[in-house]
Antibody, heavy 120, light 110 residues
Framework: EVQLLESGGGLVQPGGSLRLSCAAS????????MGWVRQAPGKGLEWVSV????????YYADSVKGRFTISRDNSKNTLFLQMNSLRAEDTAVYYC?????????????WGQGTLVTVSS | QSVLTQPPSASGTPGQRVTISCSGS????????VSWYQQLPGTAPKLLIY???QRPSGVPDRFSGSKSGTSASLAISGLQSEDEADYHC???????????FGGGTKLTVL
């Protein structure tokens, strides 16, 4: 059974940093691209970033480019999102998701999400 | 980041067929496949449709997807109370080099 378990969320002040982790199990982690998608309270989904299976290629939404860094440790089946220079508008539930291999917009498994709150 | 355009709400009665639209442009829906997600209240999104019209195993055939040009649609036939949820479309955008999501459509079963 595929499982994705996010951790690392919490309350942080504007300008602060936070590192999210996503522990994966139930599939060959190193064979799949992985992504982060967020959802602000009461709002729709917003794609944040994706990393290729090897970690060689990364893409970011314009809203987080230069502030967030996605990475992965295939030896530990773990995905990361380093978030710096956090802003109030980054407040959201952050989901990690496994990308289906055949479609760039297709994420077939999602974690339960971790809440990040940016506030003073 | 711009979004794909969905109606904010839709509704239907049990047994009815409802459709939800998703409008984009040539750089996203017009040149890449569309995915649809169902999000029940308080839960993570669930993949409903991929590659415009394909259903993952376990998704009932009451759910179907279609695409024409720069627009896509999700149809739900034989509407059931448990279909009450938010529905999101998504597509890769070649210009932005990222995934775009629609704003989401809240489906109410009357």
């Amino acid at each position: 059974e595929v499982q994705l378990l996010e951790s690392g969320g919490g309350l942080v002040q504007p300008g602060g940093s936070l590192r999210l982790s996503c522990a994966a199990s139930g599939f060959t982690f190193s064979s799949y691209a992985m992504g982060w998608v967020r959802q602000a309270p009461g709002k729709g989904l917003e794609w944040v970033s994706v990393i290729s299976s090897s970690g060689d290629n990364t893409y970011y939404a314009d809203s987080v480019k230069g502030r967030f860094t996605i990475s992965r440790d295939n030896s530990k089946n773990t995905l990361f999102l380093q978030m710096n220079s956090l802003r109030a508008e980054d407040t959201a539930v952050y989901y990690c998701a496994k990308r289906w291999s055949s479609s760039a917009s297709c994420y077939d498994y999602w974690g339960q999400g971790t809440l990040v709150t940016v506030s003073s | 980041q711009s979004v794909l355009t969905q109606p904010p709400s839709a509704s239907g009665t049990p047994g009815q067929r409802v459709t939800i639209s998703c409008s984009g442009s040539s750089s996203n829906i017009g040149s890449n496949t569309v995915s649809w997600y169902q999000q029940l209240p308080g839960t993570a999104p669930k993949l409903l449709i991929y590659s415009d019209n394909q259903r993952p195993s376990g998704v009932p055939d009451r759910f179907s997807g279609s695409k024409s040009g720069t627009s896509a649609s999700l149809a739900i036939s034989g509407l059931q109370s448990e279909d009450e949820a938010d529905y999101h479309c998504a597509a890769w955008d070649d210009t932005l080099r990222g995934v775009l999501f629609g704003g989401g459509t809240k489906l109410t079963v009357l």
